[in-house]
Structure formats: C-alpha cells, structure tokens
C-alpha cells in the first residue's frame, strides 16, 4: 500500500533532482538505483546488529557503505565523488548477487552539484528496510509519476488483496507456483510466507527447494529487475523470474503448474496483442489472453486467483463470451467482486477476482458470487484505513462453501454478501455474463447494493476548443457549441444558433461532440449555467467551445445512467458549492470528478434507464402540447373591427416601492403578471392589464379579485360596450400590443396608442363560445403540465430509489 509518507519521500527527492536532471525516466532510473543502494546497506546493518559480518560492503567496497558516504569528515564534492565512483564500480563488486550487478551496470551519477546530492541522499537515507514492500512501493509510484503503468496497463496490486488471493487459493508445500505478469512478485512472495506460516517447522533444506518452487515471468526488464532484487531480499538466493513475453512467445508454453495467481495488465496496445496460434481463444485483447493462459497452463488439479477487469465479467464480443463459456465448463468455482478504487492511487478501475479450480470444476454445478463492498480502505486516492473490511469475512465464507460444497445441491439462500448460480442459469442466454447481480432480483430499495462511485472512476472529462473573437465568422465556419445550445428545460442539445468560427484552425479530434457524450457547461457568467448537462445521441461536426467539457463514460457505466444522474437536484447543489470566479464562473475538474453515484450493475444500469425513457417518452409528448398551444381565434372577415377607445377606458397603475410594499394577501401585478404581494388593494374585481413599459410592453393579464397594479402597467377602469373581458384579453393577445410599441431607452406605449388599436369583436355570444372552447383547450394542456410534473417526479423518485433515499 503507497502510504503518504512514502509518496511523499519520492516527490521530494524528484523535486530534489528536477534542476539537473529534467528528464523524467533519468529520476526515477537514480532514485530506483539510491534505494536499492540504501536497502544493501540496511541489510549489512542488520547482520551486524544480529552478530554476524556485512555481506555487500566488505573489502575494497567497504569504504562505499552508507555510513562511509555520510561521514561527517567529508566534504561535499568528497562526498560527490565517492558515491559517483561507487555507482560506477558497484557492477565488480564479487561480493553482491550477479542480479545486483546488473543493476548497477552502466550506472552513473549524470550531474556534479555536491549539495544536490547531499539533499538527495538525505531523503533517500529516509527510506529503511524493514519490508521489501517499501522499494516495490516507492518504485511503482515512481512509474505512475511518468504514467508508464496507466499506458501498459500495469497497476501496483495492494498487498491485503494479494494475500486474500492468496488465503482463497491456498498454495501447498511441494506445489509449484507462477505468477505469468509478475510486476514486483508480490504473489509469489505472499504464497511464499503463507506455505511458511502453515508449515513453521521446515529445515534451511526444505526452505531452499521451496524456494524452487516459484517463478515468475514479465515482459518488462525494469519490472524483472525489481522482482529479482525483491525475491532476494526474502531469502532466494536464485529466484527464477524471467523475462518473458507471456502472450507472444511459446518457449515455456508446455509448462504447467499446481499454483497460478495473477492481476495481469489490462491495457491492450493500439492495434492489439499478437499471440501464436497456441491459445483456445482467439483475440487480441491481453486480458482475455492473459486469463486464457492462466486456465491452460493449470495442471490436472491445478487452482488459480487472477484479478481481472470488468470487460471479462461483461463484454459482448465473441472472444470475452467464449472465454467466460469456457471458464463457466470447466475452471472456475467463484468470482469475487472488489469495489472501484481498489487500485487508487494509480487507477479506479473496477475489477473482480475469477477463482479456478480444475477439479473442483468438474464436480460442481454452481458458481459463487461473492460482493466486497469494503476491503479496510477508503476509495480515495489516500487509501485511508478505515473500520470496514469485508475480505477476512469473505475469505473464511470462501474456504467453508469450498469445503462443503458438494452439500449445496442448489441455490444459495441470496443475501448481500454472496449467492450461488446453477451454471445452467449462467448459460441459459448464451453470453455467461458473470455480473452476479444479473442473476437475483435487484431491489433499489437496498442502497448497499449499490457502490458509490467518484466521476473520475467513470468517465473522462475532456475540456473544449479555444479561440478568440476575431476567428468568429459569420458563415462557412466550423460549428461550436456553447452554454445556449443546452436546452435548459428539457436538457436536449439545441442546434438553432451554432457560433463559426474560421475552418482553417486545428483543433483536437476528441474536441469534436461524439455519440453518447455528455456535454455539460463548465464556465460561464450566470449562475444557473454552470453544470447543466445534455447528451448527444449521435456523432456531430461540431466542436464544443472552451468554456464547456463532456463527459465520455468507460465501460462501466451507460451514458444515459450517468446523465439522469447529472440531472440530479444533488449534482446542481454540488457544483454550486465549489464553483470559482467573479464575472465568470468556473467550474473546475476536480469538482466534477469528485462527485459520487451509486453504480448498480450495468444490466440494472439498462432497467432503470429504459424505466426513465419510459417516463420521459410521456414527459416529452406532453411537454410538445404545452409549448406547441397557443390560443387561436379564427377571425370571421364579417365580424366588425372596432377601435379599443370605444371598448373600455384606461388607467396608468398606482406607483409602489419595494420600501412601500407591506408583504400581505393580495397580489401586485406589474407588466410581467404577479410580482409579488402587499397588505393593501384597489382593485376590487378580476380586471383586464396591459404591460405599459420595458420588456413586457404590450403583455395582457387578468388579475386576480382584490389585486394591486403598479405604475408598469395600464388597467381598465370602464368598459363602453357588452364584452367578454376573457374573449377580449386573448384577441388582445393574439393582437400582439408590443408591436405598437415606442422604441426608445426602452419599449413603451401610451394609453392613446393602445385606445388606436383596433380588433375584431364578434356578438357576445360568439365571444362566450369562443372563450369556452379555449378554456376546454387549456383545460388539456393544463393536464399534460401536470402529467409533466408527475413523471418528472416518477424519474426523481426511480433515482433516489437508486440513491437509496426512498
């Protein structure tokens, strides 16, 4: 486990080493050499404190041990010119394993600055061998710094998931052991201790041909290395690792063992693997090939751990279902879910353990799944400990259903913690999914069924293109899209108004909206802005614009699942707390990866998608009849048009501060309708208003009995004829007032301007039949709002079920 302490030892010495050796793999090649430098001198130390002689450093080399290096009476270029000998020499020591002179061959100190060196070595001489672990630690972190590991696919395995691994599979005396993808060794070491814990009386003879017993193969020198070194430290004096490509050469392809455990890489190269013809599967894919080796090369009763990603457990393709059939038939006996965040800091990926055993497999007709909701950490990048821990629980319930297996003739009785399958049931669609959860019914009532899950486990968060104001153009550009173009309301992408910008600028390809994206606006000047999200349902030509992102999901979780998520009032509140800037708000990486949803299994992911789509599908066709609906009055060409100054009488509205308004029952109306209330009235009766001034100029409303109208707006005071005043507002609005409007600072109308408008007025008892078919309109579209508000609140309901709020 990469503690704090560790990480932040390494930082200071690349720190340290950053101003003379800017070249990233130069650090970490000194850093790794100064540690293992360091760890020999520990080891010499330790055999003089336990009454025995120095091993490395004795003869012509004593005088380059650590403590000689730090002699006080030594001056700084001394000290630089000791050490940089030694690293030069240190390959002809006879008195270190071959394996430690290779590492030192060709080493040499690349700059001559003796206080740099003196900081470096003092933060080197930190570092104390108490457990091998210690260098195996510092040296992968070293490789996540240069991203080495995140391209190969490479992720350092915690030593608690290795020795539950190990615990389930139960390694023996006398059986042999591989690990095909050994990285640091940390298997073979684990199974190692574990034979040893269980046979505590063995001979120095015993120990030796156990120690044969083990080996260990990698495809990167650097990682071979570091095994031999590690292996070394634990007493193998001649550890059979080797560099070996697992997956592309058959050298060692006849060879089988009792024992294989692995967390094999899950990153394929561009273009893929290219295996012989040797494997039962045919792919490219390394980690379908990797497991395919590891089932082969068991013996006869041979068992197996593998750490694999969650594209094994789930993936259509052929060569993923064909490699889960095969498994299902003949090797595997339980498969143990371990929660995202597992392999934090370098990854969050989401992974599980396949458990094999051959004979085991042979005789039984199940399969057990098993959930890890807690392995003893938190799922931060820290890894801080923490009270819950499944993995002890799980492994003894592992070990006692192995043992009594052949009692459980069906089912398991289903619980959160582990449940059994019939293998026919597995078969039974032909695809042998291995997502446990896919197998019992899914209550979204239980939130432990569902992890939470930080965004930066789950997709990839992509910033868009920038330019400046003078490569806007007004056509023949290259399309981007902005906050505008996300439709607020219903969350849909809105393509009316597309800013251009000029075609010869270059921009990224991942900058280009794609199918399933979800674009979401990370920066702008108002408030309500800031995170809304649409997705796209198709690959468009546009680009998005540098003050919006999207979110690309990975293949453990659908799109559309983490979009109704972003919809959430809880995803608004979240972005709202750590938005930054003045004029311009911004809505930074870390906020929106930080952001947890629980994340059921992707075949409940699809139910409780489709249940949404079920609802929004309604939601959409009644919120098209709300924004479609428009009051329409056929005008009869024989009906008498009639100036309004003979209709009714007109006045301005009474004036009223904000100071002035005493908050009460009755409503202030303004142009805009209702703009508060006040303790006082004037308007005794439902009267017809009119917008006087500004951006409501020329809007027409009703007041409610008993109402207050401001100074913004013109009141009747009188009707002249029989009217009705519903028949006369919508003809009014129909009329559109605001077209008659003065266009100054802003829009205004005068009461002699609108006393000059004419309009069309049937008899009366057209107008009441007129008003009375619009109101049964009205009457439809008032209860496709409500079945809007009804299944807007089924889908906030469906996910708080999921959050495990209802």
Same mark, same amino acid.
């Given at each position: 486990? &990469?503690d704090?302490?560790?990480?932040?030892?390494?930082?200071?010495?690349?720190?340290i080493?950053?101003?003379?050796?800017?070249?990233?793999k130069s650090?970490v090649?000194?850093?790794?050499?100064?540690?293992?430098?360091?760890?020999?001198?520990?080891?010499?130390q330790?055999?003089?404190?336990q009454?025995?002689?120095p091993s490395?450093?004795?003869?012509?080399?004593q005088?380059?041990?650590?403590s000689s290096?730090?002699?006080?009476?030594?001056g700084?270029?001394?000290?630089l010119n000791?050490?940089?000998e030694?690293?030069?020499k240190?390959?002809?020591?006879?008195?270190i394993?071959q394996?430690f002179r290779?590492? !030192?061959?060709?080493a %040499?100190?690349?700059?001559?600055d003796p206080?740099?060196?003196?900081?470096?070595?003092?933060?080197i001489?930190g !570092?104390?061998?108490?457990?091998?672990?210690?260098?195996?630690?510092?040296?992968?972190?070293l490789?996540s710094?240069?991203?080495?590991?995140?391209?190969?696919?490479? %992720?350092?395995t915690?030593?608690?998931?290795i020795?539950?691994?190990?615990?389930?599979?139960?390694?023996q005396?006398?059986?042999?052991?591989?690990?095909?993808? @050994?990285?640091?060794?940390?298997f073979?070491?684990?199974?190692?201790?574990?034979i040893?814990?269980n046979?505590?009386?063995?001979?120095?003879?015993?120990k030796?041909?156990?120690?044969?017993?083990?080996v260990?193969?990698?495809i990167?020198?650097?990682?071979?290395?570091?095994s031999?070194?590690?292996m070394?430290?634990h007493?193998f004096?001649q550890?059979?690792?080797?560099e070996y490509?697992? &997956?592309t050469?058959?050298?060692k392809?006849?060879?089988?063992y009792?024992?294989?455990?692995?967390?094999?890489?899950?990153?394929?190269?561009?273009?893929?693997?290219?295996?012989?013809?040797?494997? *039962?599967i045919?792919?490219k894919r *390394?980690e379908?090939?990797?497991?395919?080796?590891?089932?082969?090369?068991?013996?006869?009763?041979?068992?197996?751990g593998?750490?694999v990603p969650?594209?094994?457990i !789930?993936?259509?393709q052929n060569?993923?279902?064909?490699?889960r059939?095969?498994l299902?038939?003949?090797?595997l006996w339980?498969?143990?879910?371990l929660p995202?965040?597992v392999?934090?800091?370098? *990854?969050?990926v989401?992974?599980?353990?396949?458990?094999?055993?051959?004979?085991?497999a042979k005789?039984?007709?199940?399969?057990?799944?098993v959930?890890?909701?807690n392995?003893?950490?938190?799922?931060?990048?820290?890894?801080?400990?923490?009270? +819950?821990?499944d993995?002890p629980?799980?492994c003894?319930?592992?070990?006692?259903?192995?043992?009594k297996i052949?009692?459980?003739k069906?089912?398991?009785?289903?619980?959160?913690?582990?449940?059994?399958?019939?293998k026919?049931e597995i078969?039974? *669609?032909?695809?042998?999914?291995?997502?446990?959860?896919?197998?019992r019914? !899914?209550d979204?009532?239980?939130?432990?069924? @569902?992890?939470m899950?930080e965004?930066?486990?789950?997709?990839?968060y992509?910033r868009?293109?920038?330019?400046?104001k003078?490569?806007?153009?007004?056509?023949?550009?290259?399309?981007?899209?902005?906050?505008?173009?996300?439709?607020q309301s219903?969350g849909?992408?809105?393509?009316?108004?597309?800013k251009?910008?000029?075609?010869?600028?270059?921009?990224?390809?991942?900058?280009?909206?794609?199918?399933d994206?979800?674009?979401?606006?990370?920066?702008?000047?108002?408030?309500?802005?800031?995170g809304?999200?649409?997705?796209?349902d198709?690959d468009?030509d546009?680009y998005?614009?540098?003050?919006?992102?999207?979110?690309r999901?990975?293949?453990?979780?659908?799109?559309?699942?983490?979009?109704?998520?972003l +919809?959430?009032?809880k995803?608004?509140?979240?972005?709202e707390?750590?938005?930054?800037?003045?004029?311009i708000?911004?809505?930074?990486?870390?906020?929106?990866?930080?952001?947890?949803?629980?994340?059921p299994?992707l075949?409940?992911q699809?139910k409780?998608?489709?249940?949404?789509?079920?609802?929004?599908k309604i939601?959409?066709?009644?919120r098209?009849i709300?924004?479609?609906?428009?009051?329409s009055?056929?005008?009869?060409p024989?009906?008498?048009?009639?100036?309004l100054?003979?209709v009714?009488?007109?006045?301005s509205?009474?004036?009223?501060?904000?100071?002035?308004?005493?908050?009460?029952?009755?409503?202030?109306?303004g142009g805009?309708?209702?703009?508060g209330?006040?303790?006082?009235?004037?308007l005794?009766n439902?009267?017809?208003?009119?917008?006087?001034?500004?951006?409501? @100029?020329g809007?027409?409303?009703?007041?409610?009995?008993?109402s207050?109208?401001?100074?913004n707006?013109?009141y009747?005071?009188?009707?002249l004829?029989e009217?009705n005043q519903?028949?006369l507002?919508?003809?009014?609005r129909?009329?559109?007032?605001?077209?008659?409007a003065?266009?100054?600072?802003q829009?205004s109308?005068?009461?002699?301007?609108?006393?000059?408008?004419?309009?069309?007025?049937?008899s009366?008892?057209?107008q009441?039949?007129?008003?009375?078919q619009?109101?049964?309109e009205?009457k439809?579209?008032n209860?496709n709002?409500?079945?809007?508000?009804?299944?807007?609140?089924?889908?906030?309901?469906?996910?708080a079920?999921v959050?495990?709020?209802?």
């Amino acid at each position: 486990m &990469l503690d704090a302490e560790t990480k932040r030892k390494i930082d200071n010495c690349r720190d340290i080493l950053v101003g003379k050796i800017p070249d990233p793999k130069s650090q970490v090649e000194q850093i790794t050499i100064a540690l293992i430098y360091k760890f020999m001198d520990d080891m010499d130390q330790l055999s003089i404190d336990q009454g025995g002689k120095p091993s490395f450093f004795t003869g012509d080399f004593q005088k380059y041990s650590w403590s000689s290096i730090f002699d006080r009476r030594l001056g700084g270029q001394e000290i630089l010119n000791l050490y940089g000998e030694a690293l030069i020499k240190m390959n002809q020591n006879p008195n270190i394993p071959q394996l430690f002179r290779d590492i !030192f061959k060709n080493a %040499f100190l690349p700059y001559r600055d003796p206080e740099t060196l003196r900081l470096f070595l003092k933060e080197i001489s930190g !570092f104390t061998y108490d457990h091998s672990e210690r260098l195996g630690d510092a040296f992968e972190y070293l490789l996540s710094v240069l991203s080495s590991q995140g391209e190969a696919g490479q %992720f350092r395995t915690p030593r608690h998931i290795i020795d539950f691994i190990v615990n389930v599979v139960d390694p023996q005396l006398n059986q042999t052991v591989l690990d095909p993808a @050994c990285g640091t060794a940390g298997f073979l070491i684990s199974a190692y201790k574990h034979i040893l814990k269980n046979n505590p009386k063995l001979s120095v003879n015993q120990k030796q041909r156990l120690m044969n017993n083990f080996v260990g193969y990698d495809i990167s020198a650097d990682m071979v290395r570091l095994s031999l070194v590690n292996m070394y430290l634990h007493g193998f004096q001649q550890p059979h690792i080797f560099e070996y490509d697992t &997956l592309t050469y058959e050298d060692k392809w006849g060879e089988t063992y009792d024992i294989i455990m692995a967390n094999p890489p899950f990153m394929t190269p561009k273009g893929g693997i290219r295996p012989h013809s040797r494997f *039962s599967i045919q792919a490219k894919r *390394s980690e379908v090939l990797f497991v395919d080796y590891i089932a082969e090369h068991l013996n006869p009763g041979g068992r197996a751990g593998v750490i694999v990603p969650e594209g094994i457990i !789930f993936q259509s393709q052929n060569a993923y279902k064909a490699l889960r059939k095969m498994l299902v038939e003949n090797y595997l006996w339980a498969v143990v879910s371990l929660p995202a965040g597992v392999f934090n800091p370098y *990854s969050g990926v989401k992974t599980s353990i396949l458990f094999m055993d051959k004979s085991l497999a042979k005789r039984i007709d199940k399969i057990l799944f098993v959930k890890i909701e807690n392995d003893g950490f938190d799922l931060g990048a820290q890894r801080r400990k923490i009270d +819950k821990d499944d993995l002890p629980a799980a492994c003894e319930f592992l070990k006692i259903y192995k043992s009594k297996i052949e009692n459980y003739k069906s089912k398991l009785e289903d619980s959160l913690f582990a449940h059994a399958v019939l293998k026919s049931e597995i078969a039974k *669609s032909g695809d042998y999914n291995l997502s446990g959860d896919r197998y019992r019914a !899914f209550d979204l009532h239980r939130k432990s069924e @569902c992890p939470m899950v930080e965004l930066k486990e789950l997709c990839e968060y992509v910033r868009g293109v920038t330019y400046s104001k003078e490569d806007e153009v007004e056509d023949g550009g290259i399309g981007i899209l902005r906050a505008n173009n996300i439709d607020q309301s219903s969350g849909r992408l809105n393509f009316s108004e597309i800013k251009l910008v000029r075609s010869d600028l270059e921009f990224r390809n991942d900058q280009k909206l794609c199918k399933d994206d979800i674009l979401i606006c990370a920066a702008s000047g108002s408030k309500e802005h800031i995170g809304k999200v649409a997705i796209s349902d198709k690959d468009y030509d546009y680009y998005f614009g540098g003050f919006m992102a999207v979110l690309r999901c990975k293949s453990n979780i659908l799109p559309q699942y983490l979009y109704h998520q972003l +919809k959430t009032e809880k995803f608004r509140e979240h972005v709202e707390t750590d938005t930054v800037g003045v004029n311009i708000r911004n809505l930074k990486f870390s906020t929106v990866s930080s952001f947890k949803i629980p994340l059921p299994p992707l075949d409940v992911q699809e139910k409780i998608v489709a249940e949404i789509n079920g609802y929004q599908k309604i939601i959409d066709a009644a919120r098209q009849i709300v924004q479609s609906y428009k009051p329409s009055i056929k005008i009869d060409p024989s009906w008498p048009m009639v100036s309004l100054e003979k209709v009714f009488k007109l006045s301005s509205g009474r004036g009223l501060t904000q100071k002035e308004r005493v908050n009460g029952p009755y409503a202030v109306y303004g142009g805009n309708g209702i703009t508060g209330n006040h303790n006082e009235y004037f308007l005794e009766n439902p009267t017809l208003i009119i917008g006087r001034v500004g951006e409501y @100029c020329g809007a027409v409303h009703i007041t409610e009995p008993k109402s207050w109208v401001t100074d913004n707006a013109l009141y009747v005071t009188a009707y002249l004829i029989e009217i009705n005043q519903n028949y006369l507002a919508h003809v009014l609005r129909q009329t559109n007032i605001n077209q008659y409007a003065k266009v100054g600072g802003q829009p205004s109308i005068s009461q002699s301007t609108v006393a000059s408008i004419k309009v069309p007025i049937p008899s009366i008892d057209e107008q009441k039949q007129i008003v009375a078919q619009i109101e049964a309109e009205q009457k439809i579209v008032n209860e496709n709002k409500k079945l809007i508000e009804i299944f807007e609140q089924k889908i906030k309901d469906t996910i708080a079920e999921v959050l495990g709020e209802k």
